[in-house]
């Protein structure tokens, strides 16, 4: 019978020590992960549940944010602040009612007009009939035996069809429930009325001062970044509104102050918003132009200036320090797009923000001294 060296008689008791801990902590992680994962899956079932209440009150907030340096300096002059609250609504009032019936009129001619302007545009697309009969021909040829009973056209269903589908979310975008608008401007009302007692009362739920100090700098800084990202790219969208609405005077395209303000706001959802204008200025050339080659030179010249916007003109003017991430503005985009729909996508933008500074603040790079 040998002797066991003291190596061999130790490795036994080091792995049954080691391996549960190892286990324990694989566990343990796991189910830190997987509460994670439920609360994410619950909180994004809640806000598509509570979006009926969410999403004004959100919009509000945003808007509040956005609003909320005015505010200030009116209260610094000596008006009430239910005073200036109450002016910045009826202003906001004002201009959505004017957007609407800038755009009114432009549809409502259409509507009237649908019949022939069914006509109209199929005879000026005759020039898709032979790429269409190519297509046909290629499907024929490569699945004989399958069902060839649907015809592949552009007939005037096919073309109804997705602008209903585009202009079934305006629509609800522009003129929203009754009920979601009362709430977003009496949630908008209160909040611009009492900014001060809300962050103050904000800032007293946290005992400890190190904890207040970091609220006060992310409301400060949520605000600031804010108002300064939406006042400089609304600056520039507003020339190119009127851009777009010159041009399309000199064109010749009727209603050019409606797409002027049409331009002005789908400017501000990313992607989806100039996407939009293209299509619908195009749509109007192809109404109201005899030729398709005419109806194209209103949306080029768009996608021209949108060109020189994006890629010159708002990088120089906003700087570094607002610049946002293409991915990180693309995913916010479909994320409160898929979720809240055409208001979502507007709101991906400041929510985005917010949540930039916020995570900035909460995870930061370098703790900065307190003062004492």
Not at 122 to 134: A, C, G, R, S, T
Request: aromatic fraction near 12%; hydrophobic fraction near 55%.
């Amino acid at each position: 019978m040998g002797m066991q060296s003291p190596v061999e008689g130790r490795r036994p008791e080091i792995a049954e020590d080691a391996r549960p801990s190892s286990v324990d902590d694989f566990w343990r992680m796991a189910a830190r992960v997987a509460v994670v994962g439920i609360f994410v899956l619950l909180f994004g079932a809640f806000l598509v549940l509570a979006r009926t209440v969410l999403l004004p009150v959100t919009a509000a907030f945003v808007i509040g944010i956005m609003l909320g340096p005015i505010s200030d300096r009116a209260s610094a002059r000596g008006i009430p602040q239910w005073l200036s609250a109450l002016v910045l609504i009826l202003f906001l009032i004002a201009a959505m009612n004017a957007l609407v019936v800038l755009l009114a009129a432009p549809v409502s001619d259409w509507v009237g007009q649908a019949p022939e302007i069914g006509a109209r545009i199929k005879d000026k697309l005759w020039m898709l009939d032979y790429p269409l009969q190519f297509l046909r021909n290629l499907r024929d040829t490569l699945n004989p035996g399958g069902d060839h009973s649907a015809p592949l056209d552009f007939g005037l269903s096919n073309l109804i069809q997705p602008a209903l589908s585009l202009l079934t979310p305006a629509i609800g975008f522009v003129t929203p429930a009754i009920g979601q608008l009362l709430i977003f401007f009496g949630t908008l009302f209160f909040f611009l009325s009492s900014r001060a007692q809300l962050r103050h009362g904000v800032v007293t739920l946290f005992s400890d001062r190190a904890l207040r100090l970091r609220m006060l700098r992310i409301m400060h800084d949520a605000e600031s970044n804010l108002t300064a990202y939406f006042t400089t790219v609304g600056a520039i969208y507003f020339v190119e509104g009127i851009c777009v609405g010159v041009a399309s005077y000199f064109i010749g395209l009727p209603n050019a102050a409606a797409w002027g303000a049409l331009t002005f706001v789908l400017s501000f959802i990313p992607y989806i918003g100039p996407g939009v204008v293209v299509l619908v200025l195009f749509g109007a050339g192809l109404i109201h132009f005899p030729s398709v080659t005419h109806a194209l030179l209103a949306p080029a010249l768009y996608i021209g200036l949108a060109t020189i916007e994006g890629n010159f003109i708002t990088p120089t003017i906003v700087g570094r320090r607002l610049t946002l991430s293409p991915l990180a503005v693309f995913l916010s985009l479909v994320f409160w797009a898929w979720l809240w729909g055409p208001v979502g996508a507007f709101l991906a933008s400041p929510l985005l923000i917010i949540g930039l500074v916020t995570t900035s603040h909460v995870f930061p790079h370098a703790e900065p001294a307190l003062p004492e």
